[in-house]
């Protein structure tokens, strides 16, 4: 295993597990993704739960090696990845709010 390989994936899912933190804690959203989130604190959520179901995903998986005992954990870990991303395109769409019936004018 080359361990440039190893440290490029754990600095890319700890700047995700960060961006997520970031979002949750401080309402923060970096700057390129910034005109398309609406709700911040769900994009958040979906960004720590795909950062954790990726690290799972690679480290029971390709990164660890030929071993397949631990391959269904791992594929578990792709699917929480998933559900993340989905999570976090949730974070951009406006929610549900009721409708309020316009106000009467020439009052």
């Given at each position: 295993?080359?361990?440039?390989?190893v440290a490029g994936a754990v600095l890319v899912v700890v700047a995700q597990a960060g961006l997520?933190?970031?979002a949750?804690?401080?309402y923060w959203i970096p700057p390129w993704v910034r005109p398309r989130v609406v709700r911040p604190k769900l994009w958040g959520w979906g960004a720590l739960t795909g950062s954790v179901g990726w690290?799972?995903?690679m480290f029971l998986g390709p990164l660890r090696g030929p071993d397949a005992s631990l391959m269904p954990?791992?594929?578990?870990?792709m699917a929480l990845f998933i559900a993340g991303l989905v999570v976090?395109?949730?974070?951009?769409?406006?929610?549900?709010?009721?409708?309020v019936p316009p106000a009467p004018e020439g009052r």
């Amino acid at each position: 295993m080359h361990w440039y390989f190893v440290a490029g994936a754990v600095l890319v899912v700890v700047a995700q597990a960060g961006l997520g933190t970031a979002a949750l804690t401080k309402y923060w959203i970096p700057p390129w993704v910034r005109p398309r989130v609406v709700r911040p604190k769900l994009w958040g959520w979906g960004a720590l739960t795909g950062s954790v179901g990726w690290s799972l995903f690679m480290f029971l998986g390709p990164l660890r090696g030929p071993d397949a005992s631990l391959m269904p954990y791992a594929l578990g870990g792709m699917a929480l990845f998933i559900a993340g991303l989905v999570v976090q395109m949730a974070g951009q769409r406006p929610g549900r709010r009721p409708m309020v019936p316009p106000a009467p004018e020439g009052r």
